[in-house]
């Protein structure tokens, strides 16, 4: 049996959605054609015990019979009551008494005698007579016009061959049918397998395309209106794809952008080392400005190449080593952090914050690195002497710079990979601080905004969910 599930479930899909549309319909007609066959018998044999009621009620039976205990003798006539028509009395001790009418002997059986013994009422059973044929049998009490006649009973029967002919024929028809249904049933499943599974092998197609040729362009047509399961794996193997073509798409793009942007510091880093091995190499010293200004610019470039590489790591790593590392932070703590940085970075600036409480589930390093960018940006952009506000209150956080501002048809890319506004490319950076600022804080559910401000300048809101408490269950972080 096992042995043959498994052959089963090596099948192709089709063959097997086939076999069990078959059986499926096999079982039905099966049951349909038995309990068919079974009523037409009970019709059939309800007609029989008619004719047998109906030959008890003719003539007088009753005075024959006791004649015919009376002179019992088991020699049958033909000249009898009724064409083809049984009937006997049968004595308690199973003796045998034809009468004379009837066409032959059917066998007596001890339900035959109890009725004789002990008057029960009459009973139908089937039987077979002296000459080998099938009867039906109606057995009733006999009651003795004489106290010195022993009791009996009499027993009327009918053959059975025409009803067993139409029985046999009924179920020769239905046999036929049923084959017939089955064979049917077989070709129709393998026809809507095969319609069904249509849509499967143009996926399967696809798959096989995908996986052969690397060509995620690849789309299964759908159907606007189908809602069914084949329908929504098509759109979501196209999803798929499309995200892949998409991811694909993204990292090349990423990869091309940072070569680009580690060329030109690989190239100054490169023109500076060779100046400075030239000189070692010749013996022709450089002049000490000169050769602290060189190395001064190789510092630069490597800070910058060290930065650039960093951001990448960033924009590189998983959704799940950043999911490990989430936990409550205490969002004032981490601005207060980012300003310590900040002043640093700009010590000729009056930087004046206003923080409130406020808990978020984030990384804390990358949570602390996107507000540092955000507060580099200001810096950065602000004028000697000049003034950045920082606030945060109920879970928003405004960092506003009063330098020159974005300009409005520059504002949609602000958050683009590697995208630097024209008037900022001399400054310093790799253009990924404000990507990696938006990545991060879209993980922590939150939204960040850049905007011109009233006055001049720029404005960076990040809004971020949370309380001003922390959970109870949550460690606060250092």
Same mark, same amino acid.
């Given at each position: 049996m096992n042995k043959l599930v $498994?052959?089963?479930?090596?099948?192709?899909i089709r063959a097997r959605l086939s076999m069990l549309v078959a059986a499926a319909v096999a079982f039905a007609v099966a049951a349909v054609s038995v309990t068919c066959w079974f009523i037409v018998q009970g019709k059939l044999y309800e007609q029989v015990n008619n004719d047998l009621r109906k030959a008890a009620a003719m003539g007088r039976l009753g005075d024959q019979a006791n004649d015919a205990v009376t002179n019992c003798t088991q020699t049958t006539t033909r000249n009898g009551f009724g064409p083809n028509t049984y009937m006997q009395v049968v004595l308690e001790d199973g003796t045998a008494c034809v009468m004379d009418f009837s066409v032959g002997l059917v066998k007596v059986t001890q339900a035959d005698k109890t009725v004789a013994k002990d008057g029960t009422d009459g009973i139908f059973r089937n039987g077979v007579a002296s000459d080998g044929e099938s009867v039906r049998v109606l057995t009733l009490p006999l009651t003795p016009n004489s106290p010195n006649l022993p009791k009996?009973?009499?027993?009327?029967?009918?053959?059975?061959? #025409?009803?067993?002919?139409?029985? #046999?024929? +009924? @179920?020769l028809i239905l046999l036929l049918v049923s084959g017939v249904g089955v064979l049917g049933a077989g070709a129709a499943g393998l @026809?809507?397998? $095969?319609? %069904?599974?249509?849509?499967?092998?143009?996926?399967?197609?696809?798959v096989e395309h995908v996986a052969r040729t690397d060509d995620l362009s690849t789309r299964i047509p759908v159907e606007d209106d189908a809602e069914d399961e084949i329908a929504r794996l098509s759109r979501s193997f196209n999803s798929m794809t499309a995200s892949l073509a998409n991811s694909r798409e993204l990292q090349q793009q !990423?990869?091309?952008?940072? %070569?680009?942007? !580690?060329?030109?510091?690989?190239?100054s880093l490169r023109t500076n080392i060779e100046l400075l091995t030239r000189s070692e190499e010749t013996g022709r010293p450089i002049p000490a400005a000169?050769?602290?200004?060189? +190395? @001064?610019?190789?510092?630069?470039?490597?800070?910058?190449?060290? =930065?650039?590489? *960093?951001?990448?790591?960033?924009?590189? $790593?998983?959704? *799940?080593?950043?999911g490990e590392r989430v936990q409550v932070v205490d969002l004032e703590d981490t601005v207060e952090a980012a300003l310590r940085r900040a002043r640093l970075r700009g010590p000729e600036l009056t930087i #004046?914050?206003?923080?409130?409480?406020?808990?978020?589930r984030a990384e804390p390093a990358a949570l602390e690195r996107a507000v540092v960018n955000?507060?580099? #940006?200001?810096?950065?952009? =602000?004028?000697?002497?000049?003034?950045?506000?920082?606030? +945060?209150s109920r879970g928003v956080l405004t960092v506003r710079d009063h330098g020159p501002g974005i300009p409005e048809d520059e504002l949609p890319h602000v958050f683009d990979r590697f995208w630097r506004s024209p008037s900022a490319r001399a400054l310093p950076g790799s253009g990924l601080g404000l990507?990696?600022?938006?990545?991060? &804080?879209?993980? @922590? *559910?939150? $939204? &960040?905004?850049?905007?011109?401000?009233? *006055?001049? %300048?720029? &404005?960076?809101?990040?809004?971020?969910? %949370?309380?001003?408490?922390?959970?109870p269950e949550a460690p606060q972080t250092p």
């Open positions: $498994r052959r089963f479930r090596t099948l192709p009996a009973s009499v027993l009327i029967a009918l053959p059975l061959k #025409n009803t067993e002919k139409t029985l #046999n024929d +009924l @179920a @026809a809507v397998a $095969r319609a %069904g599974l249509r849509p499967v092998d143009k996926l399967t197609e696809a !990423l990869i091309a952008d940072a %070569g680009h942007e !580690l060329r030109t510091p690989l190239t000169d050769r602290k200004a060189l +190395l @001064a610019s190789v510092k630069a470039q490597m800070t910058e190449l060290a =930065s650039l590489i *960093g951001d990448l790591q960033e924009l590189s $790593r998983s959704e *799940g080593q950043r #004046n914050a206003h923080l409130e409480p406020w808990f978020t955000i507060l580099d #940006n200001a810096v950065k952009f =602000s004028p000697e002497g000049g003034t950045v506000d920082v606030g +945060l990507s990696i600022v938006a990545r991060t &804080v879209e993980q @922590a *559910g939150g $939204r &960040v905004d850049l905007a011109r401000a009233d *006055g001049g %300048g720029t &404005v960076a809101t990040v809004r971020l969910p %949370g309380a001003p408490t922390p959970p």
